[in-house]
Protein backbone atom coordinates (compact mmCIF):
# COMPACT_ATOMS: atom_id res chain seq x y z
CA UNK A 1 0.00 0.00 0.00
CA UNK A 2 1.13 3.44 -0.60
CA UNK A 3 0.18 6.24 1.77
CA UNK A 4 1.48 10.01 1.70
CA UNK A 5 1.11 12.28 4.88
CA UNK A 6 0.68 16.11 5.13
CA UNK A 7 1.07 16.60 9.18
CA UNK A 8 -0.37 20.85 8.77
CA UNK A 9 -3.60 21.14 7.50
CA UNK A 10 -2.86 25.04 7.32
CA UNK A 11 0.47 27.07 7.36
CA UNK A 12 0.85 30.51 7.74
CA UNK A 13 4.10 32.78 7.47
CA UNK A 14 5.14 36.43 6.97
CA UNK A 15 6.55 37.83 3.65
CA UNK A 16 10.09 37.00 3.21
CA UNK A 17 10.13 34.19 6.39
CA UNK A 18 11.65 30.93 5.08
CA UNK A 19 8.67 28.25 4.74
CA UNK A 20 9.07 23.91 5.08
CA UNK A 21 6.00 22.01 3.72
CA UNK A 22 6.33 18.18 5.41
CA UNK A 23 5.59 15.33 3.51
CA UNK A 24 6.14 11.80 5.12
CA UNK A 25 5.21 8.82 2.76
CA UNK A 26 5.04 5.09 3.02
CA UNK A 27 5.41 2.60 0.21
CA UNK A 28 7.25 -0.53 0.30
CA UNK A 29 9.03 -0.03 -3.69
CA UNK A 30 11.54 3.02 -5.11
CA UNK A 31 8.59 5.98 -5.46
CA UNK A 32 8.31 8.73 -7.63
CA UNK A 33 7.90 11.80 -5.06
CA UNK A 34 5.74 14.58 -6.65
CA UNK A 35 4.38 18.45 -5.16
CA UNK A 36 2.21 19.96 -6.68
CA UNK A 37 0.23 23.25 -6.17
CA UNK A 38 -3.45 24.39 -6.44
CA UNK A 39 -3.77 28.21 -6.14
CA UNK A 40 -7.63 29.34 -5.94
CA UNK A 41 -10.26 27.57 -7.67
CA UNK A 42 -7.58 26.45 -10.07
CA UNK A 43 -6.19 22.90 -11.67
CA UNK A 44 -3.42 20.79 -9.96
CA UNK A 45 -0.22 21.90 -11.52
CA UNK A 46 3.22 20.08 -10.96
CA UNK A 47 5.58 21.91 -9.34
CA UNK A 48 8.04 19.31 -8.29
CA UNK A 49 9.48 16.06 -9.43
CA UNK A 50 12.45 14.68 -7.32
CA UNK A 51 14.01 13.04 -10.12
CA UNK A 52 14.19 16.05 -11.91
CA UNK A 53 16.10 18.02 -8.71
CA UNK A 54 15.09 21.32 -9.89
CA UNK A 55 14.09 24.55 -8.14
CA UNK A 56 10.67 25.89 -9.41
CA UNK A 57 9.58 29.61 -8.35
CA UNK A 58 12.24 29.47 -5.79
CA UNK A 59 11.43 26.00 -3.95
CA UNK A 60 13.38 22.89 -3.41
CA UNK A 61 12.05 19.49 -2.00
CA UNK A 62 14.79 16.64 -1.07
CA UNK A 63 13.84 13.21 -0.96
CA UNK A 64 15.28 11.36 2.29
CA UNK A 65 14.80 7.39 1.97
CA UNK A 66 16.09 6.97 5.26
CA UNK A 67 13.35 9.12 7.04
CA UNK A 68 10.95 8.82 3.77
CA UNK A 69 10.20 12.03 3.74
CA UNK A 70 10.08 14.41 0.82
CA UNK A 71 10.06 18.12 2.38
CA UNK A 72 9.13 21.16 0.45
CA UNK A 73 11.24 23.99 1.29
CA UNK A 74 11.77 27.67 -0.02
CA UNK A 75 14.21 30.16 1.86
CA UNK A 76 12.19 33.60 1.12
CA UNK A 77 8.14 33.14 1.16
CA UNK A 78 6.07 35.19 -1.21
CA UNK A 79 2.53 36.68 -0.98
CA UNK A 80 2.28 34.69 -4.59
CA UNK A 81 3.00 31.70 -2.96
CA UNK A 82 -0.04 31.10 -0.83
CA UNK A 83 -2.52 28.15 -1.86
CA UNK A 84 -2.77 24.73 -1.61
CA UNK A 85 -0.14 22.01 -1.65
CA UNK A 86 -0.26 18.74 -2.22
CA UNK A 87 2.10 16.01 -2.22
CA UNK A 88 2.07 13.11 -4.32
CA UNK A 89 3.63 9.38 -4.68
CA UNK A 90 3.59 7.55 -7.72
CA UNK A 91 4.74 3.63 -7.12
CA UNK A 92 4.95 1.25 -10.17
CA UNK A 93 3.60 -1.95 -11.43
CA UNK A 94 3.47 -3.77 -14.60
CA UNK A 95 -0.29 -2.52 -14.95
CA UNK A 96 0.58 1.16 -14.64
CA UNK A 97 0.81 3.26 -11.30
CA UNK A 98 -1.29 5.66 -9.53
CA UNK A 99 -1.05 8.84 -7.86
CA UNK A 100 -1.63 8.46 -4.25
CA UNK A 101 -2.25 12.15 -2.90
CA UNK A 102 -1.62 13.11 0.75
CA UNK A 103 -4.30 15.56 2.74
CA UNK A 104 -2.82 19.37 1.54
CA UNK A 105 -1.39 21.79 3.35
CA UNK A 106 -3.16 25.38 2.89
CA UNK A 107 0.05 27.77 2.87
CA UNK A 108 -0.99 31.53 3.72
CA UNK A 109 1.96 34.12 3.47
CA UNK A 110 0.91 37.16 4.99
CA UNK A 111 2.38 40.78 3.91
CA UNK B 1 -1.38 20.80 -26.95
CA UNK B 2 -5.17 22.12 -25.21
CA UNK B 3 -4.10 19.36 -22.25
CA UNK B 4 -6.28 17.60 -20.38
CA UNK B 5 -9.98 18.96 -21.16
CA UNK B 6 -13.35 18.29 -18.90
CA UNK B 7 -16.30 19.26 -19.39
CA UNK B 8 -18.59 20.60 -18.14
CA UNK B 9 -16.81 22.95 -16.14
CA UNK B 10 -19.73 23.52 -13.99
CA UNK B 11 -22.67 21.89 -12.93
CA UNK B 12 -26.07 22.41 -10.80
CA UNK B 13 -28.57 19.59 -11.09
CA UNK B 14 -31.22 17.89 -8.67
CA UNK B 15 -30.92 15.05 -6.57
CA UNK B 16 -31.45 11.79 -8.60
CA UNK B 17 -30.83 12.98 -12.03
CA UNK B 18 -27.79 11.63 -14.04
CA UNK B 19 -24.17 13.17 -14.16
CA UNK B 20 -22.10 12.69 -16.59
CA UNK B 21 -18.92 14.18 -16.37
CA UNK B 22 -16.24 13.76 -19.45
CA UNK B 23 -12.71 14.06 -19.78
CA UNK B 24 -10.51 13.98 -23.23
CA UNK B 25 -6.91 12.98 -22.16
CA UNK B 26 -3.71 14.79 -23.66
CA UNK B 27 -2.86 12.87 -27.28
CA UNK B 28 -0.53 10.35 -26.98
CA UNK B 29 -1.15 9.86 -23.05
CA UNK B 30 -1.71 5.90 -21.94
CA UNK B 31 -3.30 6.31 -18.47
CA UNK B 32 -6.40 8.18 -17.11
CA UNK B 33 -7.29 9.27 -13.88
CA UNK B 34 -10.30 10.41 -11.85
CA UNK B 35 -10.22 12.28 -8.78
CA UNK B 36 -12.91 13.62 -6.61
CA UNK B 37 -11.76 16.53 -4.23
CA UNK B 38 -13.51 17.83 -1.27
CA UNK B 39 -13.17 20.05 1.76
CA UNK B 40 -13.43 16.97 4.27
CA UNK B 41 -11.82 14.18 2.01
CA UNK B 42 -9.07 16.21 -0.05
CA UNK B 43 -7.98 14.72 -3.39
CA UNK B 44 -9.76 10.69 -3.55
CA UNK B 45 -8.67 8.56 -6.97
CA UNK B 46 -11.36 7.17 -7.92
CA UNK B 47 -10.57 4.76 -11.15
CA UNK B 48 -7.95 4.95 -13.26
CA UNK B 49 -7.53 3.21 -17.05
CA UNK B 50 -4.20 2.16 -18.52
CA UNK B 51 -4.63 1.77 -22.38
CA UNK B 52 -8.39 1.98 -21.94
CA UNK B 53 -8.59 -0.86 -19.29
CA UNK B 54 -9.95 -0.04 -15.99
CA UNK B 55 -7.00 -1.38 -13.44
CA UNK B 56 -8.25 -0.15 -10.01
CA UNK B 57 -11.86 0.99 -9.08
CA UNK B 58 -11.75 0.62 -5.16
CA UNK B 59 -11.76 4.39 -5.06
CA UNK B 60 -15.29 4.35 -6.78
CA UNK B 61 -17.92 4.73 -3.73
CA UNK B 62 -20.62 3.24 -4.63
CA UNK B 63 -22.61 1.77 -7.14
CA UNK B 64 -24.15 4.47 -8.27
CA UNK B 65 -20.81 5.73 -9.87
CA UNK B 66 -19.66 4.36 -12.88
CA UNK B 67 -16.91 5.17 -15.22
CA UNK B 68 -15.95 4.48 -18.68
CA UNK B 69 -13.23 5.03 -21.27
CA UNK B 70 -14.61 3.82 -24.64
CA UNK B 71 -11.28 4.67 -26.99
CA UNK B 72 -7.96 6.55 -26.03
CA UNK B 73 -9.75 10.13 -26.42
CA UNK B 74 -12.09 10.39 -24.57
CA UNK B 75 -13.49 9.02 -20.85
CA UNK B 76 -16.93 9.77 -18.72
CA UNK B 77 -17.45 9.13 -15.08
CA UNK B 78 -21.58 9.24 -14.62
CA UNK B 79 -23.48 9.46 -11.00
CA UNK B 80 -26.85 7.86 -11.14
CA UNK B 81 -28.79 9.12 -9.04
CA UNK B 82 -26.69 11.88 -8.07
CA UNK B 83 -27.35 12.80 -4.40
CA UNK B 84 -25.98 16.29 -2.68
CA UNK B 85 -22.71 14.34 -0.72
CA UNK B 86 -21.93 14.04 -4.47
CA UNK B 87 -21.01 17.66 -4.85
CA UNK B 88 -17.34 18.25 -4.90
CA UNK B 89 -14.81 19.07 -7.64
CA UNK B 90 -14.23 15.97 -10.17
CA UNK B 91 -10.54 16.28 -11.92
CA UNK B 92 -9.30 14.37 -14.69
CA UNK B 93 -5.37 13.38 -15.30
CA UNK B 94 -3.65 12.00 -17.67
CA UNK B 95 -0.24 10.66 -17.81
CA UNK B 96 1.82 9.07 -20.79
CA UNK B 97 3.56 5.63 -20.92
CA UNK B 98 6.88 6.69 -19.79
CA UNK B 99 7.99 9.09 -17.31
CA UNK B 100 5.55 9.91 -14.22
CA UNK B 101 4.39 13.60 -15.93
CA UNK B 102 0.88 13.48 -14.85
CA UNK B 103 -1.56 16.57 -15.61
CA UNK B 104 -4.63 17.56 -14.71
CA UNK B 105 -7.82 19.61 -16.27
CA UNK B 106 -9.31 22.12 -14.77
CA UNK B 107 -11.84 19.77 -12.98
CA UNK B 108 -15.66 19.90 -12.99
CA UNK B 109 -17.35 21.60 -9.62
CA UNK B 110 -20.14 19.45 -9.39
CA UNK B 111 -23.39 20.89 -7.23
CA UNK B 112 -26.39 18.25 -6.36
CA UNK B 113 -28.92 19.99 -4.76
Known amino acids: AQRVTQPEKLLSVFKGAPVELKCNYS??????LFWYVQYSRQRLQLLLR??SRESIKGFTADLNKGETSFHLKKPFAQEEDSAMYYC?????????????FGEGTQLTVNP | DAGVIQSPRHEVTEMGQEVTLRCKPI?????LFWYRQTMMRGLELLIY????????DSGMPEDRFSAKMPNASFSTLKIQPSEPRDSAVYFC???????????FGSGTRLTVV
Open chain 1, 88 to 100: ALSGSSASGSRLT
Open chain 2, 49 to 56: FNNNVPID
Open chain 2, 93 to 103: ASRPRTGNGYT
Open chain 1, 27 to 32: YSGSPE
Open chain 2, 27 to 31: SGHNS
Open chain 1, 50 to 51: HI
